[in-house]
């Protein structure tokens, strides 16, 4: 698929009432896409074709003030999940059974009118919100947060409808079925790396607040401090040599743990990055890059690592999706260092969007056994 709209294109779809697919793209040159309506103009013809013709889950992306304001907590109380779904909810009044598409509908309208209170809405029910992220693509690139993200720069409402599409048999649609699909219903195509573009245009998330020399265990090196807007939370990039955006460079992005970073903990039978080898590494590379991400841990989220210590086969996991779900952040920073290419120590994951940020994955870098844990 070659013919994509702008993103003022894709706003404007949206301001006219318009379902619109979105396409994220990923470091592996995969595809997948999700059909995206402003949840102010939703009405039972979006749900019906979200259920009928795109096949997947009617989610609502809120923003997290909007949940707060509804009273919506989370599915699971501490979830810094991809998708963090609050409790489904319904329209307490005006509806039938509830699963209807213009039930359904209803609900939506319900939920995104400014003047609706917490008992407007009664759970559990048909739609599935999800709390995005606070500064959007450029925090966390997943259709959540774009879905927002599109309805906000449109001059709607922060909210939006939307739901993955799933070919004929059920599985997530790949870049074929997604071409035939957008030319069968006629809908304008988008590009999520183009909205982070877009964003990144006219909008950051950080800021550097202080630069200098610092001098390291393994050796100086640079260090950059920035600081987002968002949460307001400060992070660290340790830079090595000359950065060259068209000659790869060796990268790591870190999200902190106590349990990680300072008690050491092992997972047996598995690899990844520790921080002070992360830190050997990139000090003894020609040009290279470890970006800290600051990741404030309350009680209940050190009780929970505790768990999930006992539980071993779960931490790799939830360690990997920390610094997936901060790639945007991650990658604000890196493009303000001038990285183009990366050969990223980590796991070979699919990072989403990160043509956006004017970022390419060259290779992925496993840890050394002796040094890994």
Not at 160 to 181: C, N, P, R
Request: charged letters at 20%; one cysteine or more; proline letters at 4%.
């Amino acid at each position: 698929m070659s013919d994509f709209a702008d993103i003022d294109k894709v706003l404007s779809e949206l301001r006219h009432g318009h379902t619109c697919l979105l396409l994220n793209d990923n470091s592996a040159g995969g595809m997948t896409g999700f059909v995206v309506a402003a949840a102010e103009h939703c009405q039972a013809d979006h749900i019906a074709f979200m259920a009928r013709q795109a096949r997947g889950l009617v989610c609502l992306a809120l923003t997290p003030q909007r949940c707060a304001a509804l009273e919506l907590p989370l599915m699971v109380e501490g979830d810094d999940s991809l998708s963090p779904f609050t409790l489904s909810i319904e329209a307490a009044t005006g509806i039938d059974t509830g699963i209807s598409a213009p039930d359904r509908a209803r609900t939506v309208q319900v939920a995104v009118d400014p003047n609706s209170q917490p008992a407007d809405l009664v759970q559990p029910g048909h739609i599935f919100p999800i709390a995005a992220a606070a500064g959007g693509v450029l925090t966390r690139t997943a259709p959540a947060e774009a879905a927002v993200d599109l309805a906000t720069l449109a001059g709607l409402l922060p909210a939006a409808v939307f739901t993955e599409v799933l070919d004929a048999q059920g599985a997530v649609a790949g870049s074929e079925y997604l071409t035939t699909f957008a030319e069968q219903y006629q809908l304008v195509v988008g590009q999520l790396s183009d909205l982070v573009t877009y964003r990144l245009a006219n909008q950051k998330t950080i800021s550097a607040v202080r630069k200098g020399t610092l001098e390291t265990r393994h050796g100086a090196l640079d260090v950059v401090a920035y600081q987002d807007t968002t949460q307001g939370r400060v992070h660290l990039a340790l830079k090595k040599g000359e950065i060259k955006a068209d000659q790869p460079t060796l990268v790591r992005v870190h999200v902190t743990a106590i349990f990680r970073d300072l008690v050491g903990t092992t997972l047996d039978g598995r690899t990844s990055w520790a921080f002070d080898a992360s830190l050997k590494t990139i000090a003894e590379a020609e040009a290279g890059v470890l970006v800290l991400l600051s990741k404030p841990e309350t009680p209940d989220d050190l009780l929970s690592d505790i768990d999930r210590l006992w539980r071993s086969a779960e931490l790799e996991t939830a360690s990997g999706a920390d610094a997936y779900n901060q790639i945007g952040m991650g990658a604000q920073i890196l493009r303000d260092l001038g990285v183009g290419k990366i050969r990223l120590m980590a796991a070979p994951l699919k990072y989403n969007a990160l043509a956006g940020f004017g970022l390419e994955v060259t290779d992925f870098v496993a840890p050394p056994a002796s040094d890994s844990r």
